[in-house]
Structure formats: structure tokens, C-alpha cells
């Protein structure tokens, strides 16, 4: 498993402002991701972070609005812009092991999320 | 867009019955994972199932896959009031997750 922590566990922020969240992994990872849950919704991916080179954004999110910093292979930074209300959700950055041995197979572990209210 | 679809949405059972959750996706998977998410929190994995097995187990959880049709269940057995929580399947369908929406079960002592 990997040990994940995130900074700010949670925050109130006013609109217009901007956050950034910390995501810290206990070892070297080649991916990390970040998802947003929207209040007592699904999770659903915002981007791919690989070290090295630009995040890679799904659809509907845009690097302008949540800027990625992937500056080593333990830590990332996501920043939600000019927020919101309609921004407030949980965070949350996970990264996958590779496992399995032979047969190999990726599992995903999770941090323990950033809670953002936006008023 | 979301690929899974989790039914039923809510789930209210007793201590000690079975809960029995269900998932289905639309296109090929490489796996599917289970995770459970208390109140709010992170998420937890809980079992991982690859596309070509058919049942795993791992203490009070059962997941079966049957690819042909497109779904999985996820089942806990003898269910303690410490169970409730939301439980989401995701799949794997090239090293991103896609997670459906849920099931939040209650467990009532």
C-alpha cells in the first residue's frame, strides 16, 4: 500500500480566491491523480500527473481552472482558481501500485481528501 | 462521463444480514475495484478483480465479475454496524479509475 497525506485536511474560502492542495506519497510513484466529489456525488478525475511532463486533463477541466505542479515523484500540488461555490467538493489525490507479482495489475490508493467550502 | 452504474443507490439491512451491492459498466475492462468511503473521508480499497477471474474473497467480502455481461456485486456478509459507509466500484480500463456512483449502505445494530 502507499501512505498518502493531504494539506488542507479542509478550508473556507471566498469566492474569487484560489487554493492549492498538497499531496505528499511515502514513496517514489511514476503517477499520481486528482479527483473531485462533488457533494454526495461520484468521484470523477480531473487529471493524470506524471513527473516531467503536463498533466494530462479529462474532459470538461482545463489547466487555467486547476492548475498541477508535479515537481518530484513523491509530491503534487493542485490549485482550484478563482473558485466558486460550484467548486465546493472534496479533493482528492490517489496514486496506483503496480502489483501481483507475475501477473501484474495496478491498484489505487487514496488520500484522505481536502474538503473545500467555497461561499 | 461516468462507466459504472451501482444499484441500489441506498441500502438499509440489520446487523448481521447479508448486503449485496451491484455495479455495471459499458466498455472493456482490464479490472474492477472495490472501495468503501465513510462519511465523507478517503477511500479505502477494499478487493480488486481482474477481467479474467470470476470470484474472489477476501474476509466477509465476495466480488464476482462476469464480463459478459458487463457487471460485478460486491457482497458482505454477517454485516456489522461499523460496514456503514459508501461503496463504489471502479474500473480500470487502461490505468485510469472511472468510479460509479455508489451505494451507501446502512447497517443497523
Known amino acids: 500500500s502507499a501512505v498518502i497525506s493531504q494539506k488542507p485536511s479542509r478550508d473556507i474560502c471566498q469566492r474569487g480566491t484560489s487554493l492549492t492542495i498538497q499531496c505528499q506519497v511515502d514513496?517514489?510513484?511514476?503517477?499520481m491523480f486528482w479527483y473531485r466529489q462533488q457533494p454526495g456525488q461520484s468521484l470523477t478525475l480531473i487529471a493524470t500527473?506524471?513527473?516531467?511532463?503536463?498533466?494530462?486533463?479529462e474532459s470538461g477541466f482545463v489547466i487555467d481552472k486547476f492548475p498541477i505542479s508535479r515537481p518530484n515523484l513523491t509530491f503534487s500540488t493542485l490549485t482550484v482558481s478563482n473558485m466558486s461555490p460550484e467548486d465546493s467538493s472534496i479533493y482528492l489525490c490517489?496514486?496506483?501500485?503496480?502489483?501481483?507479482?507475475?501477473?501484474?495489475?495496478?491498484?489505487?490508493?487514496f488520500g484522505p481528501g481536502t474538503r473545500l467550502t467555497v461561499l | 462521463s461516468q462507466q459504472g452504474e451501482e444499484d441500489p443507490q441506498a441500502l438499509s439491512i440489520q446487523e448481521g444480514e447479508n448486503a449485496t451491492m451491484n455495479c455495471s459498466y459499458k466498455?472493456?475492462?482490464?479490472?474492477l475495484q472495490w472501495y468503501r468511503q465513510n462519511s465523507g473521508r478517503g477511500l479505502v480499497h477494499l478487493i480488486l478483480?481482474?477481467?479474467?477471474?470470476r470470484e474472489k474473497h477476501s474476509g466477509r467480502l465476495r466480488v464476482t465479475l462476469d464480463t459478459s455481461k458487463k457487471s460485478s456485486s460486491l457482497l458482505i456478509t454477517a454485516s456489522r454496524a461499523a460496514d456503514t459507509a459508501s461503496y463504489f466500484c471502479?474500473?480500470?480500463?487502461?490505468?485510469?479509475?472511472?468510479f460509479g456512483q455508489g451505494t451507501e449502505l446502512s447497517v443497523k445494530p
Open positions: 490517489s496514486v496506483d501500485r503496480t502489483s501481483g507479482g507475475f501477473n501484474r495489475y495496478n491498484e489505487q490508493f
Open positions: 514513496s517514489q510513484v511514476t503517477m
Open positions: 500527473a506524471n513527473q516531467g511532463s503536463e498533466a494530462t486533463y
Open positions: 466498455t472493456s475492462i482490464n479490472n
Open positions: 478483480i481482474r477481467s479474467n477471474e
Open positions: 471502479a474500473t480500470d480500463a487502461g490505468g485510469k479509475l472511472i
